[in-house]
């Protein structure tokens, strides 16, 4: 094999080796971007996900109920939104310091993962000590036995026993997404976000109630469950 031969099949093999680098460069940098991505739409204590990232999550969700609406003639069961709201937290946060409080979201975060577990249920840390469930296709009473449910977890749950009166508990709010008022787009977004008020008022029902209490609001009557 002459000098020229060698020296072609040596640039083809650098070639080779420089275009596998490339590609696993590329690689590399889509996978940090897809992880950022992931940063960027989840809460980085409890690894639920944030407000961003439940918008987003809440966006695909109801396209997928437009179109299932608009292509059936069996209605979509109505989704309901669930709100909860810590009892009693801030004084854990300020008695036994930040770091006691953190454990008590994760141990409220692993609570939530459990009890809402669907891949279609979409589960947010909004901040502070308040998290969102948007639940979809249950019935009512699936809704409420399942927000009874997280109240009872919570209520139960040795990690949030601090002394008698600084336990946490959980004041809760049901409200439901009226998805067959309208399905365009602007006006589900409009009614998804009616829902949320609603369910932060029922849960505000619920601490006047006495708290650790779920309050679901039907029409405009409040009713404890």
Not at 112 to 123: E, G, M, N, S, Y
């Amino acid at each position: 094999m002459d000098t020229i031969h060698i020296l072609f099949i040596a640039v083809i093999i650098s070639g080779v080796v420089y275009i596998r680098h490339l590609l696993q460069k590329t690689q590399g940098l889509e996978e940090e971007k897809q992880e950022f991505e992931r940063a960027a739409l989840t809460d980085h204590l409890t690894k639920l996900l944030n407000r961003r990232g439940f918008a987003k999550a809440l966006q695909r969700q109801m396209s997928v109920i437009q179109r299932y609406t608009r292509d059936n003639a069996v209605p979509f069961r109505t989704p309901y939104m669930i709100l909860i709201d810590l009892d009693g937290f801030k004084s854990v946060n300020d008695i036994y310091g930040h770091q006691k409080g953190d454990q008590v979201l994760l141990a409220v975060a692993n609570i939530l993962k459990d009890v809402f577990h669907r891949d279609t249920d979409i589960v947010c840390r909004t901040g502070g000590d308040e998290f969102l469930i948007f639940l979809s296709g249950s019935t009512q009473t699936q809704a409420i036995a399942l927000a009874g449910l997280l109240q009872k977890k919570i209520t139960n749950e040795k990690q949030l026993h601090f002394a008698t009166k600084h336990s946490i508990t959980a004041s809760i709010g049901v409200a439901l997404v009226d998805i067959h008022q309208d399905t365009k787009t602007d006006a589900m977004d409009s009614v998804c976000e009616t829902a949320k008020v609603r369910a932060d008022q029922a849960m505000y029902r619920s601490k006047e109630r006495g708290r650790n209490v779920v309050t679901i609001i039907i029409g405009d009557t409040f009713r404890q469950v």
